[in-house]
């Protein structure tokens, strides 16, 4: 069971690293800008939350090795933004941002979107986690799954933006939110604040 487990982890994380390197699946529509949210003094996130994230960094830490900050650091928590119904946590150390979002009410068959952002090295994962702390889907599946879509379309469509689900080169479905100007954002990555279309684009 043990072998069959790494087995799993290591194709998914060999997966991940060939879509990272060769610039594939839903990567390509993150053209916005990425920005950062300030923290919240004296927040700190439910216990499902907590233990969702603990999930994904024990998952990275016993393979990639990529963005995991040491066990033990301290974590800066923020509330994200999110359409009504649900509710989202940013986490930020070390140049790594997590950022987890679920619908309420949080109950025992909830399921956490988790997603892992490296400022520096620009590498991106994700995964759903149920309230267990089992991760149960990553990657585009985990960003396409019902619950998360909605969210992600909603708070796009709420900021007045296009959203659509777009194939990607390597067979997956991606939900993109998009600007008349043709820039364009995964929409979980703009629901939970890894991407904004705050700032003007450069003019050439």
């Known amino acids: 069971m043990l072998t069959q487990r790494r087995y799993v982890r290591g194709m998914v994380l060999l997966l991940v690293s060939l879509l990272i390197v060769l610039g594939q699946g839903c990567e390509q529509a993150q053209t916005a ?9 004296g927040l700190r996130a439910k216990d499902g939350v907590i233990g969702a994230r603990r999930a994904v960094l024990d998952f990275l830490r016993d393979g990639a090795l990529i963005c995991v900050p040491s066990a033990g650091v301290s974590w800066e928590t923020q509330a994200g933004p999110a359409p009504e119904g649900y509710e989202v946590y940013r986490f930020e150390s070390e140049g790594c941002f997590i ?21 520096v090295t620009g590498f991106c994962w994700q995964a759903n986690v149920d309230a267990a702390g089992k991760i149960v889907a990553t990657g585009s599946r ?13 708070y796009c469509l709420e900021q007045g933006y ?3 689900v777009e194939g990607q080169p390597d067979g997956t479905s991606c939900g993109v939110c998009s600007m008349e100007d043709g820039r364009s954002c995964k929409a979980w990555a703009y629901y939970q604040g890894f991407c904004s279309f705050d700032e003007q684009p450069e003019v050439q």
């Not at 800008?33 to 003094?41: C, E, F, L, N, W």
């Not at 950022?99 to 400022?119: D, F, K, R």
């Not at 985990?142 to 909603?154: D, F, K, N």
């Open 142 to 154: 985990a960003a396409m799954e019902p619950a998360l879509a909605e969210a992600a379309a909603s």
């Open 99 to 119: 950022t987890a979002a679920y619908a309420l009410p949080e109950t025992a068959e909830s399921i956490y979107h988790v997603a892992v952002h490296n400022s």
């Open 162 to 164: 296009g959203y659509a």
């Open 33 to 41: 800008v990425v920005h950062q949210a300030q923290p919240t003094a």
